[in-house]
Protein backbone atom coordinates (compact mmCIF):
# COMPACT_ATOMS: atom_id res chain seq x y z
CA UNK A 1 0.00 0.00 0.00
CA UNK A 2 0.99 3.11 -1.03
CA UNK A 3 -0.05 4.56 2.07
CA UNK A 4 -2.40 7.87 2.93
CA UNK A 5 -1.88 9.66 -0.39
CA UNK A 6 -3.05 14.07 -0.54
CA UNK A 7 -3.24 16.07 -3.14
CA UNK A 8 -1.93 18.37 -4.20
CA UNK A 9 1.24 18.80 -2.07
CA UNK A 10 1.16 22.54 -2.17
CA UNK A 11 -1.49 25.11 -3.34
CA UNK A 12 -1.35 28.90 -3.95
CA UNK A 13 -4.50 30.69 -4.19
CA UNK A 14 -6.22 33.86 -4.00
CA UNK A 15 -8.50 35.03 -1.34
CA UNK A 16 -12.01 34.34 -2.01
CA UNK A 17 -11.22 31.35 -4.00
CA UNK A 18 -12.66 27.75 -3.43
CA UNK A 19 -10.26 25.45 -2.42
CA UNK A 20 -10.51 21.84 -2.30
CA UNK A 21 -8.06 19.37 -1.05
CA UNK A 22 -7.85 15.66 -1.72
CA UNK A 23 -6.89 12.25 0.13
CA UNK A 24 -7.14 8.66 -0.50
CA UNK A 25 -6.80 6.81 3.02
CA UNK A 26 -5.22 3.46 3.40
CA UNK A 27 -7.36 0.79 2.19
CA UNK A 28 -9.00 -1.28 4.95
CA UNK A 29 -9.01 1.66 7.44
CA UNK A 30 -12.28 2.86 8.53
CA UNK A 31 -11.35 6.04 10.40
CA UNK A 32 -10.22 9.30 8.69
CA UNK A 33 -8.78 12.34 10.46
CA UNK A 34 -8.21 16.15 8.48
CA UNK A 35 -5.68 18.01 10.79
CA UNK A 36 -4.64 21.43 10.35
CA UNK A 37 -0.97 21.76 11.66
CA UNK A 38 -0.58 25.71 12.88
CA UNK A 39 1.73 27.29 15.62
CA UNK A 40 0.01 27.76 18.19
CA UNK A 41 -2.27 24.54 18.53
CA UNK A 42 0.25 22.03 16.54
CA UNK A 43 -2.26 19.19 15.21
CA UNK A 44 -5.26 20.65 15.31
CA UNK A 45 -8.37 17.97 14.77
CA UNK A 46 -10.55 19.50 12.17
CA UNK A 47 -13.42 16.77 11.39
CA UNK A 48 -13.03 13.01 11.74
CA UNK A 49 -14.72 10.40 9.94
CA UNK A 50 -15.93 6.68 10.65
CA UNK A 51 -16.97 4.42 7.68
CA UNK A 52 -17.74 7.40 6.06
CA UNK A 53 -20.01 8.99 8.31
CA UNK A 54 -18.84 12.70 10.05
CA UNK A 55 -18.82 11.98 13.66
CA UNK A 56 -16.87 14.96 15.06
CA UNK A 57 -16.59 18.46 13.11
CA UNK A 58 -16.37 20.48 16.50
CA UNK A 59 -13.01 21.48 15.04
CA UNK A 60 -14.24 22.87 11.62
CA UNK A 61 -13.31 26.22 12.49
CA UNK A 62 -16.09 27.99 9.98
CA UNK A 63 -19.06 27.65 7.88
CA UNK A 64 -16.24 28.25 5.11
CA UNK A 65 -15.38 24.70 5.76
CA UNK A 66 -16.72 21.67 4.74
CA UNK A 67 -15.64 18.07 4.18
CA UNK A 68 -17.00 14.89 2.41
CA UNK A 69 -16.18 11.01 2.36
CA UNK A 70 -18.60 9.87 -0.54
CA UNK A 71 -16.86 6.54 -0.64
CA UNK A 72 -14.31 4.21 1.74
CA UNK A 73 -11.23 5.32 -0.23
CA UNK A 74 -11.53 9.27 -0.95
CA UNK A 75 -12.23 12.59 1.17
CA UNK A 76 -12.28 16.29 0.35
CA UNK A 77 -11.86 19.31 2.63
CA UNK A 78 -13.57 22.70 0.85
CA UNK A 79 -12.91 25.76 2.43
CA UNK A 80 -14.43 28.55 0.33
CA UNK A 81 -14.07 31.24 0.20
CA UNK A 82 -10.67 31.11 1.26
CA UNK A 83 -8.73 33.38 3.45
CA UNK A 84 -4.81 34.59 4.05
CA UNK A 85 -5.52 33.16 7.67
CA UNK A 86 -6.23 29.42 6.24
CA UNK A 87 -2.72 29.16 5.20
CA UNK A 88 -1.37 26.28 7.12
CA UNK A 89 -0.46 22.85 6.30
CA UNK A 90 -3.41 20.46 6.16
CA UNK A 91 -3.15 16.54 6.74
CA UNK A 92 -4.82 14.10 6.32
CA UNK A 93 -4.86 10.65 8.60
CA UNK A 94 -6.59 7.06 8.36
CA UNK A 95 -6.51 4.13 10.85
CA UNK A 96 -8.54 1.17 12.09
CA UNK A 97 -11.08 2.01 14.25
CA UNK A 98 -11.43 0.15 17.64
CA UNK A 99 -7.92 -1.73 17.10
CA UNK A 100 -5.56 0.92 19.37
CA UNK A 101 -3.22 1.13 16.45
CA UNK A 102 -1.44 4.32 14.88
CA UNK A 103 -3.09 6.48 12.78
CA UNK A 104 -0.86 7.11 9.76
CA UNK A 105 -0.12 10.17 7.96
CA UNK A 106 -0.11 11.98 4.59
CA UNK A 107 2.69 14.29 3.67
CA UNK A 108 -0.32 17.43 3.71
CA UNK A 109 -0.97 20.18 1.64
CA UNK A 110 0.91 23.22 2.11
CA UNK A 111 -2.16 26.22 1.15
CA UNK A 112 -1.00 29.63 1.15
CA UNK A 113 -3.80 32.15 0.64
CA UNK A 114 -3.00 35.57 -0.81
CA UNK B 1 -10.43 22.95 24.34
CA UNK B 2 -6.95 21.88 24.29
CA UNK B 3 -7.65 18.19 25.58
CA UNK B 4 -3.99 17.61 25.03
CA UNK B 5 -1.05 19.92 26.09
CA UNK B 6 2.90 19.96 25.41
CA UNK B 7 4.08 22.98 27.21
CA UNK B 8 7.47 22.84 26.17
CA UNK B 9 7.48 24.54 22.50
CA UNK B 10 11.05 23.54 22.62
CA UNK B 11 13.62 21.36 24.12
CA UNK B 12 17.24 21.67 23.40
CA UNK B 13 20.33 18.51 24.64
CA UNK B 14 23.64 17.46 24.07
CA UNK B 15 23.79 14.39 22.02
CA UNK B 16 24.26 11.03 24.29
CA UNK B 17 22.39 12.62 26.94
CA UNK B 18 18.86 12.14 28.06
CA UNK B 19 15.64 13.88 26.38
CA UNK B 20 12.73 13.94 28.48
CA UNK B 21 9.46 15.25 26.55
CA UNK B 22 6.97 15.98 28.56
CA UNK B 23 2.66 16.20 27.76
CA UNK B 24 -0.37 16.44 29.98
CA UNK B 25 -4.00 15.64 29.52
CA UNK B 26 -7.41 16.71 30.64
CA UNK B 27 -9.80 13.82 29.47
CA UNK B 28 -10.07 11.53 31.85
CA UNK B 29 -11.66 8.48 29.06
CA UNK B 30 -8.48 8.80 26.85
CA UNK B 31 -7.17 5.29 27.28
CA UNK B 32 -4.49 5.06 24.31
CA UNK B 33 -1.42 7.65 23.96
CA UNK B 34 0.96 8.05 21.11
CA UNK B 35 4.08 9.80 20.79
CA UNK B 36 4.63 11.19 16.95
CA UNK B 37 8.06 12.45 15.15
CA UNK B 38 7.77 15.32 12.63
CA UNK B 39 10.32 16.18 10.33
CA UNK B 40 9.86 19.27 7.68
CA UNK B 41 8.35 18.66 4.66
CA UNK B 42 6.83 15.21 5.92
CA UNK B 43 3.88 14.16 7.81
CA UNK B 44 3.92 13.16 11.19
CA UNK B 45 5.05 8.82 11.96
CA UNK B 46 4.51 7.08 14.45
CA UNK B 47 7.12 6.64 17.19
CA UNK B 48 5.38 4.87 20.25
CA UNK B 49 2.36 4.15 21.95
CA UNK B 50 1.54 3.26 25.20
CA UNK B 51 -2.24 1.79 26.93
CA UNK B 52 -3.63 2.91 29.89
CA UNK B 53 -3.69 -0.40 31.82
CA UNK B 54 0.40 -0.30 31.05
CA UNK B 55 2.56 2.25 32.92
CA UNK B 56 5.63 2.26 30.73
CA UNK B 57 6.54 0.84 27.55
CA UNK B 58 10.33 0.67 26.29
CA UNK B 59 11.23 0.04 22.38
CA UNK B 60 14.67 0.61 21.67
CA UNK B 61 16.00 4.04 22.92
CA UNK B 62 12.76 5.53 23.17
CA UNK B 63 10.39 4.89 27.02
CA UNK B 64 7.20 6.29 27.36
CA UNK B 65 5.65 6.61 30.81
CA UNK B 66 2.32 7.37 32.20
CA UNK B 67 0.95 8.34 35.18
CA UNK B 68 -2.75 8.56 35.06
CA UNK B 69 -3.34 9.91 38.10
CA UNK B 70 -1.43 13.00 37.11
CA UNK B 71 -2.82 12.66 33.15
CA UNK B 72 0.43 12.43 32.44
CA UNK B 73 2.70 10.98 30.19
CA UNK B 74 6.35 11.37 29.07
CA UNK B 75 8.77 10.49 26.70
CA UNK B 76 12.27 9.59 27.24
CA UNK B 77 15.23 9.18 24.54
CA UNK B 78 18.07 8.02 25.81
CA UNK B 79 21.04 8.06 24.43
CA UNK B 80 19.90 11.20 22.37
CA UNK B 81 21.40 11.05 18.95
CA UNK B 82 21.20 14.42 16.47
CA UNK B 83 18.82 12.52 13.97
CA UNK B 84 16.65 12.53 16.92
CA UNK B 85 16.25 16.45 16.09
CA UNK B 86 12.25 16.97 15.08
CA UNK B 87 9.03 17.86 16.41
CA UNK B 88 7.68 15.57 18.39
CA UNK B 89 3.78 15.26 19.27
CA UNK B 90 1.24 13.74 21.79
CA UNK B 91 -1.47 12.11 20.64
CA UNK B 92 -4.60 10.80 23.10
CA UNK B 93 -7.36 8.92 21.87
CA UNK B 94 -10.80 7.24 23.40
CA UNK B 95 -10.88 3.69 21.99
CA UNK B 96 -8.91 4.65 18.97
CA UNK B 97 -11.46 7.83 17.79
CA UNK B 98 -11.16 11.23 17.50
CA UNK B 99 -7.11 11.19 17.87
CA UNK B 100 -6.47 14.59 19.72
CA UNK B 101 -2.98 15.96 19.37
CA UNK B 102 -0.71 18.29 21.18
CA UNK B 103 1.08 21.61 20.09
CA UNK B 104 4.57 19.78 19.89
CA UNK B 105 7.80 20.21 21.24
CA UNK B 106 10.77 20.96 19.10
CA UNK B 107 13.63 18.87 19.99
CA UNK B 108 17.24 19.91 19.10
CA UNK B 109 19.92 17.32 19.89
CA UNK B 110 23.42 18.91 19.26
CA UNK B 111 26.32 17.16 18.33
Known amino acids: DAGVIQSPRHEVTEMGQEVTLRCKPI?????LFWYRQTMMRGLELLIY????????DSGMPEDRFSAKMPNASFSTLKIQPSEPRDSAVYFC????????????FGQGTRLTVV | DQQVKQNSPSLSVQEGRISILNCDYT??????FLWYKKYPAEGPTFLIS?????DKNEDGRFTVFLNKSAKHLSLHIVPSQPGDSAVYFC??????????FGAGTRLTVKP
Open chain 1, 93 to 104: ASTLTGTHTEAF
Open chain 1, 27 to 31: SGHNS
Open chain 1, 49 to 56: FNNNVPID
Open chain 2, 27 to 32: NSMFDY
Open chain 2, 50 to 54: ISSIK
Open chain 2, 91 to 100: AASEGNNDMR
